[in-house]
C-alpha cells in the first residue's frame, strides 16, 4: 500500500467518526522523562523513581471481554502495572512492566504463552489495520498481509518472559520494528515454567505512522507535547502448558478488538516535563532557509518559561527584536547567531555555532 493511501484511509477514518476511541471518559497520561534522566533499558526500577504514581496504571483498569471475567480480576492470581514515558524531540515510547503472575507460562515455543499485548496508533489514524478487515474482501489474504496489516498502527506480542525465541513477535508485516535502532527490551525474573513469581520488563519502541515491510519506505510517528495517541493492552493469560488457550484476555480499552482496530484503543496524552525539571527560563529557538538563493532564513522562538523580550544576534552585524524574525543574509557564509531572552525569572541565552549557512 503507498503512503497516499493509508493517508486517505485515515482521513476516512476521521471523516467517518472512528477516532471517538473507547472508554471516552478516560485519558491517561505518559510521563516525559528529562533529556538527562532517559530510561536505561536494563529491566531496573530505578530510573522510574521520579514518575509520580498517577501515570502508573495498574490491574484495577483492566477487562476480560472474551472469558466472562469483566473487571473481576483476583490478584492473587495476576497482578500488573505500567507505567509509559516519553522524552521531547525523540520518537520512542518507554515501558515498565510488572506483573506478577501465580502461574507463568513460557515453557512452548510459539504463542500460547503469556503475553502482553500492546497496541500503539501514534498518529491516531484509527479504523483497522488487520488483513482480516482490510477492506477490498476479495483482495488475497496474504496480499492483504503486506498491503495493509500493521501498517497504520503496530500490535506487539511481547512475550513474558522469553526463553528460546524473540522477545515479541510483531502481527504485521514489519517484523523489523521490534528490532533496534527501532526497539529494545530487557527482563528480571527468578521463576520457571509453572512457577509464580514478579516479573520486570523494561522496554521502548517507535512508533510509526506508516510501517511496511521495507524498513527504509517507513514513516516514523511525530510525538509532540500535550497531543493524544490511541494505545491498549492486553495480559492473555495462559496458566496450563498443556493448553492453547488462555485464561483471560484482560485488556485496557475493555473491547476485545483492540487487537485489530485503532479505533478500539484508548487515549494517551504525551505529559509536558513535570515542573521540578524545567528551568524558570531557557532560550531555545530553531530554523528554516526559506529561499537560498535569497538567502532568506526564518527563526523560530521556542524558548522555555515566561519571556517578556528577544535579542537577536543574526552574526552578520544585523540583530532583531522580535520573536520570529526573518532574515535575508547578504553573503554566502556559515554564521553564528545567538538568542537571548529575559523574562520576570531572569535571562538566558542560546548560540548556534554555523549551524546557519547559506550560500
Known amino acids: 500500500m503507498k503512503p497516499f493511501l493509508v493517508l486517505t484511509l485515515a ?19 505518559i510521563f516525559q522523562f528529562p533529556r538527562d534522566k532517559i530510561p536505561r533499558i536494563d529491566a531496573k526500577t530505578d530510573d522510574w523513581a521520579i514518575v509520580p504514581d498517577s501515570f502508573t496504571i495498574g490491574t484495577d483498569q483492566l477487562s476480560d471481554t472474551v472469558k466472562g471475567h469483566g473487571r473481576n480480576i483476583d490478584p492473587s492470581s495476576l497482578d500488573v502495572k505500567v507505567t509509559v514515558g516519553w ?23 510459539g504463542r500460547y504463552n503469556d503475553i502482553f499485548e500492546l497496541v500503539v496508533d501514534a498518529d491516531l489514524s484509527g479504523g483497522p489495520f488487520i488483513k482480516t478487515e482490510h477492506p477490498y474482501k476479495k483482495l488475497d489474504q496474504m496480499k492483504a498481509h503486506f498491503l495493509f496489516h500493521g501498517l497504520h498502527a503496530q500490535n506487539y506480542h511481547i512475550m513474558t518472559p522469553h526463553e528460546g525465541q524473540d522477545w515479541a513477535f510483531v502481527w504485521g508485516s514489519q517484523p523489523w520494528v521490534k528490532e533496534l535502532p527501532w526497539a529494545n527490551a530487557a527482563y528480571a525474573y527468578d521463576f520457571k515454567p509453572g512457577e509464580s513469581g514478579k ?28 497531543e493524544v495517541i490511541g494505545m491498549s493492552w492486553s495480559i492473555l493469560d495462559y496458566d496450563d502448558v498443556n493448553k ?7 485488556n485496557l480499552s475493555h473491547k476485545t478488538t483492540m487487537y485489530g482496530n485503532a ?26 532557509v526559506l ?46 547567531v ?3 531572552v529575559e523574562g520576570p525569572a531572569g535571562s538566558s541565552r542560546r548560540t548556534k555555532v554555523r549551524d546557519v549557512a547559506v550560500h
Open 11 to 29: 482521513v476516512l477514518g476521521h471523516a467517518g467518526g472512528l477516532l471517538a476511541l473507547e472508554r471516552p471518559d478516560v485519558e491517561f497520561k
Open 87 to 109: 522524552v521531547k524531540g525523540m520518537p520512542h515510547l518507554y515501558f515498565l512492566y510488572e506483573a506478577f503472575d501465580n502461574y507463568w507460562d513460557f515453557a512452548r515455543a
Open 199 to 226: 516479573l520486570i520488563l523494561e522496554f521502548w519502541i517507535t512508533p510509526f505512522d506508516y510501517a511496511p515491510p521495507e524498513a527504509a519506505r517507513a514513516v516514523v510517528s511525530k510525538l509532540v507535547e500535550n
Open 244 to 250: 492453547e488457550d488462555y485464561e483471560g484476555f484482560w
Open 263 to 288: 479505533s478500539d484503543l484508548v487515549a494517551f496524552r504525551l505529559m509536558p516535563l513535570d515542573e521540578r525539571f524545567r528551568k524558570p527560563i531557557d532560550a531555545r529557538w530553531a530554523f528554516r
Open 291 to 336: 529561499d537560498m538563493q535569497r538567502r532568506l532564513v526564518a527563526f523560530q522562538d521556542m524558548s522555555e518559561g515566561d519571556v517578556t523580550s528577544w535579542k537577536w544576534d543574526f552574526g552578520d552585524g544585523s540583530s532583531s527584536a522580535e520573536q520570529h524574525p526573518l532574515h535575508a543574509y547578504g553573503q554566502a557564509g556559515e554564521y553564528v
Open 338 to 340: 545567538t538568542l537571548r
